[in-house]
């Protein structure tokens, strides 16, 4: 079940967004919550994936929220989408699946809902927007977010990630004191917000093997990011570290961790419940969650995609408390 509304962008045609969306609702108990489901889409992406999937679902096209039924699918129609081969990601494609995105993404301001979006080939929409690197930083451009943080989440870990799409190499200099305050109190917030937790407590990861081992590999810890731990504490947060990220997972005191870099987080995440797992944006003026895969266009075609990631993402939206 869900307690408050969401909307939904269901991401490029060709892939299995529309397929992992539709069997979240089939399959799940959300099928009794569809009068809070908002989706921005061409309501022919949906009628072909059902026809695909040999099911079929009411499809109600409306103006908005306050037009959705309770028995079927609520669909608002931005724009149509050009003709898609499903496997193929195409350029001709990327701007409806960019517009369709953005107007999920509006729509959700201006009423304050939750976000839930599908997986996008980055490639192909750069291939006609250039600076296009993800979500995360095409939505904190323009809602002119100070600072946004991408949390990764399973059953039963929350990473966020400090640096996020930039090469290893630029990851020890882009990382300062500030940064890791400004973006440990948005993991704060944004846990309180997921789980109703008032006080979680936050690992912060080391960058360094064993965290430096005392300056051993490495001065990050020492000059940098002990530092920022001591400023959160005197900010009254429980935090632990800097945790070496090769034992921190195992804890069980820790509610949430804050990761140096991309890679030192989704792998374990991945590896523990790929199935399931959840990207979120933290610091949006509304809460975002998306799943934690690609398009995954080599099985467009079979329509036999994994709908859990889905499943968590909207799920995990509808009973966030955006406030």
Do not use: W
């Not at 064993?210 to 429980?238: K, N, V």
């Amino acid at each position: 079940m869900i307690r408050s509304p969401v909307v939904i962008s269901i991401g490029d045609p060709s892939g299995i967004g529309p397929e992992v969306f539709l069997k979240s609702i089939i399959n799940t108990e959300l099928r009794d919550n569809l009068e809070k489901i908002t989706v921005i889409c061409d309501p022919t992406v949906l009628t072909n994936t059902l026809s695909g999937l040999d099911e079929s679902l009411e499809i109600n096209i409306v103006a908005d929220h306050n037009q959705n039924a309770r028995d079927a699918v609520n669909v608002i129609c931005s724009e149509q989408c050009p003709e898609y081969q499903l496997g193929l990601s195409e350029p001709k494609t990327s701007k409806y699946t960019l517009n369709s995105l953005i107007y999920a993404a509006d729509y959700a301001h201006k009423h304050s809902f939750a976000l839930v979006t599908g997986p996008i080939n980055k490639k192909t929409i750069r291939s006609s927007f250039e600076n296009f690197t993800g979500h995360t930083e095409f939505l904190k451009e323009r809602y002119k977010s100070d600072e946004v943080l991408m949390l990764l989440a399973n059953n039963s870990l929350k990473v966020g990630v400090l640096t996020t799409h930039i090469p290893l190499s630029q990851v020890s200099k882009s990382i300062n004191e500030d940064l890791i305050i400004r973006k440990t109190k948005i993991l704060f917030s944004g846990v309180k917000a997921l789980t109703g937790n008032e006080s979680p407590k936050i690992g912060i990861l080391g960058l360094n093997p064993h965290a430096g081992e005392g300056g051993s590999f490495g001065t990050e810890e020492i000059d940098t990011i002990i530092p920022a731990i001591r400023s959160l504490e005197q900010l009254g947060m429980s935090i632990c570290g800097p945790l070496s990220a090769d034992t921190a997972f195992l804890r069980s005191d820790v509610d949430a961790y804050m990761s140096m870099y991309h890679d030192q987080a989704l792998p374990v995440i991945k590896t523990l419940d790929f199935k399931t797992a959840v990207n979120i944006t933290l610091g949006l003026p509304f809460i975002r969650t998306s799943v934690d895969h690609g398009t995954a266009e080599d099985i467009a075609k079979n329509f036999e995609a994994d709908f859990g990631s889905m499943y968590e993402a909207i799920k995990l939206a509808g009973n966030a408390n955006s406030s």
